[in-house]
């Protein structure tokens, strides 16, 4: 089965880039997903088809997507940005998600 | 606007069912897929399945076929899951999400998500 590949944690300084990646030996063939999730509470939607923002989500947000490794990127880094964060892509007619990442900032 | 919005808290022994609920307001329910993800404890998401509300087509995550069913009611604009057998590690946060409009391709983002229900399994 396909499976996406994300580092447990992650840490950045405020008002740096955050770098979080997120693998698949199919990322090149399918659009990756981005979620963000604080404790307690759903996700949202941050990144879709790779590097589109929907509406609301601040420009400091970011995606790319090339070969086997997606890469969600957060420039200048805040405080409120300190989340899990979900990478997610399809499997044919199923979702696959990856297994998280913990950015402290 | 766009929202998802499902049922209270469970809390169920061993062996028994629950079934949670999924209402959707402010676009035509009929009109896009719902999905299933579940969280349990400190751990990431687990896609379960989609529900497909216009013709109440259903696929499933290989991993739950055959113990959780996937159901709506059109008239309530409502979608179900119910997990039957229930085990102590099925205790997590069950969320509904709506994906892609039903024309075409299933393959897209999940949004708006629901709140989430938290499902306990416990004697």
């Known amino acids: 089965s396909y499976e996406l590949t994300q580092p447990p944690s992650v840490s950045v300084a405020p008002g740096l880039t955050a770098r979080i990646p997120c693998s698949g030996n199919k990322m090149g063939y399918n659009h990756v997903y981005w979620y963000q999730q604080k404790p307690g509470q759903a996700p949202v939607l941050v990144i879709y088809q790779d590097d589109k923002r929907p509406s609301g989500i601040p420009e400091r947000f970011s995606g790319s997507n090339s070969g086997t490794t997606a890469t969600l990127t957060i420039s200048g880094t805040q405080a409120v940005d300190e989340a899990d964060y979900h990478c997610q892509a399809w499997d044919s007619s199923a979702v696959v998600f990856g297994g998280g990442t913990k950015l402290t900032v | 606007q766009e929202q998802l919005v499902q049922s209270g808290a469970e809390v169920r022994e061993p062996g028994a069912s629950v079934k949670v609920s999924c209402k959707a307001s402010?676009?035509?329910?009929?009109?896009?897929?719902i999905h299933w993800v579940r969280q349990a404890p400190g751990q990431g998401l687990e896609w379960m399945g989609w529900i497909n509300p216009h013709s109440g087509a259903t696929e499933s995550a290989e991993k739950f076929q055959g113990w959780v069913t996937l159901t709506r009611d059109t008239t309530i604009s409502t979608a179900f899951i119910q997990v039957s057998r229930l085990r102590r590690d099925d205790t997590a946060v069950y969320f509904c999400?709506?994906?892609?409009?039903?024309?075409?391709?299933?393959?897209?983002?999940?949004?708006?998500w629901g709140q989430g229900t938290l499902v306990t399994v416990s004697s």
């Open positions: 999400a709506r994906g892609k409009n039903v024309v075409g391709e299933v393959a897209s983002h999940l949004d708006p």
């Open positions: 402010g676009y035509t329910f009929t009109g896009y897929y």
